[in-house]
């Protein structure tokens, strides 16, 4: 199926509905552009914009009416591919079993480029060496709407990561929202995208709406708010070990974790164990743990990486080198959103220029 | 990530913090494995650890050396025959022993080393003939926390293997010599260049015994580590076991020292 150009998203958020699927796209909430359930297409964040910095983050206000004004949400699609907590196994007596959560039908409207780059490092992640079940049905049960970045953050890099801004692969649908008239051309990514296209009311892209689109996604690419470059880090940066910036770097570095629970790749976990108040029936579950706690590494009474040095080396290595070696790609694919959620704005394309 | 059931088959105190637990699947037959590989071992509403075998019972039970150190190894360490335990396994890389036939081979164990390391000696005995000189060097804190002297004694006079214990802290009565494991290496016959080494213990022991074996010429491919990290899935996909590049669960935790050298001599990795 070619693509097509609607006026408007409330039909597709119709026949999304229509198919099954709850559909989860931008909001504003919280002072921010949080991903949530909508009902209509009323409750996209229209004439929204955000201003991204390094540890600064607030929403501005546009003088039109786009609904993709604005740049990466806190909120990733990791929320859903990979949720914070979840119940794994069961114990009743001298029984133990899976639990088999639901994967819910949910359409995630609005994810970037760099969002589905993200997804596909997580496929490797959890669909490499010793494939997780649980993670492919959520997976398969997920429709992506993704949207071509029109307008970069301040702290995005995806260019240099090569991962955007526009959408290449692993979308259902890829739409691009263009001005004056405003309208919305979407492309379909495969069946399952065309089958949901089809339902929705549409006129042909002509050529004059696919040069608009390429000039969206060329524009976007000029103005990144950050570079960096990358080319050889699988060598220099594991190299790097003994640099005077790591030193420099873990004095500002709070350990807090925020960098890592707002990576849309960061997979690390951990598990807890509860049992019920009688003690018949006990749970495991896994939750998003982080490489900046300090029992993280706890092996014989003390974690191996106790220092904040190490613990900011072991991240900016893994993400932008270690990485390839277990998985084959970059960790990183240059949202920018530990740059813009780092409350002492630790920005790790500045860190890996000075480290190189 | 879910655990079968097995039963305790047996429980052997081998000193005050530590036995040895003998597991049987409740249904079906124990999986095989090899020496170095470990289970996750969980205890009901407690937790989940790495062990690593110690032994294979008669009927392929999966036999493991724990030491209560915490929550968890405390709870599996009280377990009694008939009691049900949770395992997921065998994960991670094993020893080699039938590419050391023909070689001399230096056994090198500090303190709980000694247990994953008793699957390797073993096979090394029922095969004894294939082997040249075969040495088995072993620290420990005092007398009294030495893993199987039964069987260190068994191994010494049945099947012509040289073993050396020494202590750190000796009694009385303690007889043999004092001080780190690496003393031992002066103490034992083998050619170098023909040597093969499986060493496992703490990872300060196990750099200083690899470190002298290659000084002395034994290449450092054929010196191999069983390394240590937290471990919480074993399967490549919680983060916790990383060294540099390496998921210790997948790519380890039995890694020749031509490989680890460089990522252990970086402090905090
Ligand atoms: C591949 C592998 C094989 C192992 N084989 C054996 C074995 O054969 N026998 C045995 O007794 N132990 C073995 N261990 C160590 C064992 O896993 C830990 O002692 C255990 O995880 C401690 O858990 P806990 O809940 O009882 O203690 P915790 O309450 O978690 O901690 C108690 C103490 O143990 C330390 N600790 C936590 N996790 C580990 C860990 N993975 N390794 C070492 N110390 C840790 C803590 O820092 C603390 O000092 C092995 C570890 C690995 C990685
Ligand atoms: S490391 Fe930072 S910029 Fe890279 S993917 Fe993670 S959050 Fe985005
Ligand atoms: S968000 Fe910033 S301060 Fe917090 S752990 Fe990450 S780098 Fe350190
Ligand atoms: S133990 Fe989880 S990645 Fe190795």
Not at chain 1, 53 to 70: K, N, Q, S, V
Not at chain 2, 167 to 194: A, C, K, N, S, Y
Not at chain 2, 218 to 243: D, F, I, T
């Amino acid at each position: 199926m070619d693509a097509v150009v609607t006026p408007s998203l409330a039909p597709l958020i119709t026949a999304l509905r229509a198919a099954g699927y709850t559909v989860v796209g931008p909001t504003v909430k919280d002072g921010a552009v949080r991903m949530a359930e909508i009902e209509s297409a009323a409750e996209l964040p229209a004439g929204v914009g955000d201003a991204q910095e390094p540890g600064a983050y607030r929403l501005t206000e546009r003088d039109d009416e786009m609904i993709f004004g604005y740049a990466a949400s806190p909120d990733s699609a990791k929320r859903w591919t990979q949720p914070p907590r979840l119940t794994l196994v069961r114990a009743r007596g001298e029984e133990f079993e899976e639990v088999e959560p639901e994967a819910p039908r949910v359409a995630l409207l609005g994810l970037r480029a760099c969002d589905l780059a993200a997804i596909a490092v997580q496929d490797r992640v959890f669909l490499g060496r010793h494939p997780d079940g649980a993670y492919r049905r959520r997976r398969e049960a997920l429709f992506l709407a993704a949207v071509n970045c029109a307008v970069p953050g301040g702290t995005c890099f995806c260019a240099s990561m090569g991962t955007g801004p526009k959408a290449t692969a692993g979308y259902d649908l890829a739409i691009t929202e263009l001005a004056s008239p405003h309208r919305f051309l979407i492309e379909p990514g495969g069946d399952r995208g065309a089958a949901v296209l089809a339902a929705v009311p549409h006129g042909p892209a002509t050529d004059c709406d696919h040069a608009a689109a390429l000039e969206v996604s060329r524009t976007a690419a000029a103005h990144m708010g950050r570079s960096v470059d990358v080319s050889g880090v699988q060598q220099w940066l594991p190299a790097a070990h003994d640099h005077p910036r790591w030193a420099d770097v873990a004095s500002r570095c709070l350990s807090c974790t925020n960098c890592t629970m707002i990576c849309p790749t960061c997979f690390c976990t951990t598990m807890e164990d509860i049992t019920d108040l009688s003690g018949d029936v006990a749970e495991r579950s896994e939750r998003w743990d982080s490489c900046f706690t300090l029992d993280f590494t706890e092996l014989g009474g003390a974690p191996v990486r106790g220092t904040a040095l190490a613990r900011y080396r072991q991240w900016l290595t893994h993400k932008f080198a270690t990485w390839y070696d277990q998985f084959g790609v970059s960790g990183c694919v240059g949202c920018g959103r530990c740059v813009t959620w780092c409350p002492t704005g630790i920005d790790v394309t500045e860190e890996l220029t000075c480290i190189r | 990530m879910t655990p079968a059931p097995y039963r305790v088959r047996s429980r052997r105190p081998d000193r005050a913090d530590t036995v040895t637990l003998a597991l049987e699947p409740l249904r079906g037959p124990s999986p095989a494995f090899l020496p170095g590989q470990f289970d996750m071992l969980y205890a009901r509403g407690i937790g989940e650890i790495p062990i690593s075998m110690s032994g294979r019972g008669r009927t392929g039970a999966h036999v493991h050396t724990i030491r209560a150190v915490g929550a968890v190894s405390d709870a599996l360490c009280r377990a009694r025959p008939g009691d049900v335990v949770g395992l997921r396994g065998p994960f991670g890389t094993s020893w080699d022993v039938p590419a050391a036939a023909g070689r001399d081979v230096v056994v090198a164990a500090g303190g709980l080393g000694l247990a994953p390391l008793r699957t390797v000696v073993r096979e090394l005995a029922a095969h004894r003939r294939r082997y040249g000189r075969i040495s088995v060097i072993a620290g420990t804190r005092t007398p009294m926390t030495l893993l199987y002297p039964r069987e260190l004694t068994r191994w010494r006079l049945a099947h012509d293997i040289d073993v050396h214990v020494t202590v750190d802290h000796p009694d009385q009565d303690w007889p043999g010599p004092v001080g780190p494991v690496t003393r031992l290496i002066d103490r034992i016959v083998f050619e170098p260049r023909r040597t093969t080494a499986f060493v496992c213990g703490p990872e300060a022991m196990m750099c200083a015994v690899a470190d002298d074996l290659v000084r002395r010429g034994v290449p450092p491919a054929r010196v191999v580590l069983s390394l240590e990290r937290n471990m919480k899935c074993a399967v490549g996909r919680c983060g916790h076991c990383q060294l540099g590049p390496l998921l210790l669960c997948l790519d380890g935790p039995v890694l020749d020292y031509r490989r680890v050298a460089g990522l252990l001599s970086v402090r905090e990795l």
